[in-house]
């Protein structure tokens, strides 16, 4: 199995400032046959199913604020929310979706300072 | 706008057979991929398998030996059966669809989840 490490398990992050939060999986998620690395972001509220935020490292989901951004390739992967709202406050999962089992990252729970 | 709703016992016992349902609104089965993943309380997201709108499945080999996934097309759901359930096995379960047609791996949208305790 492909094993995703998400750093910090927490962060607290004052409004209008810059969350990064940080996944590593144990073997490439690039694909050289479509320049793809099989990686997404999810957001998870207390008491709602996760939300999907981006696919393929890098692609935003229509909808979702462009506040949110991901970036990295191969085995590092960072999502960036620029300025953290209030509603932003979730746990963030990591996902591969490269090899069976899909398999996610423990998650990070953002907080406001 | 695809809604998906879980339904089944929140409760089961100790070696006994968990079954959940998946009833798809808004939108039909074909040609996308659904899968089962849960959560257990206060943890984070394992994924249980999927089904394609063909029928072909695809199970964690974690759980592949207890694990049936099925599809009624007809009736636009899908189906969670999970053998010999333990303590272990307690969990949110969420039901799901592939975020693109005719691809798996990542999931858009979700069910609410459902809670299914295992105890005697």
Do not use: H
Not at chain 1, 77 to 99: K, P
Request: net charge neutral; proline share 6%.
């Amino acid at each position: 199995d492909i094993e995703m490490t998400q750093s910090p398990d927490s962060l607290a992050v004052s409004l209008g400032e810059r969350a990064t939060i940080n996944c590593r999986s144990s073997q490439s998620l690039f694909y050289n046959s479509n320049n793809k690395d099989y990686f997404a972001w999810y957001q998870q509220k207390p008491g709602q199913p996760p939300k999907l935020l981006i696919s393929w490292a890098s692609t935003r989901e229509s909808g979702v604020p462009d506040r949110f951004s991901g970036s990295g390739s191969g085995t590092d992967f960072t999502l960036t929310i620029s300025s953290l709202q209030a509603e932003d406050v979730a746990v963030y999962y990591c996902q591969q979706y490269y090899s069976n089992p899909w398999t996610f990252g423990r998650g990070t729970k953002v907080e406001i300072k | 706008q695809v809604q998906l709703e879980e339904s089944g016992p929140g409760l089961v016992k100790p070696s006994e057979t968990l079954s959940l349902t998946c009833t798809v609104s808004g939108g039909s089965i074909s040609p996308y991929y659904w899968s089962w993943i849960r959560q257990p309380p206060g943890r984070g997201l394992e994924w249980i398998g999927f089904i394609s709108y063909s029928g072909s499945v695809t199970y964690n080999p974690s759980l592949q030996n207890r694990v049936t996934i099925s599809v009624d097309t007809s009736k636009n759901r899908f189906s969670l059966n999970l053998r010999s359930v333990t303590a272990a096995d307690t969990a949110i379960y969420y039901c799901a669809r592939g975020a693109q047609p005719k691809i798996s791996g990542w999931f858009d949208p979700w069910g609410q989840g459902t809670l299914v305790t295992v105890s005697s």
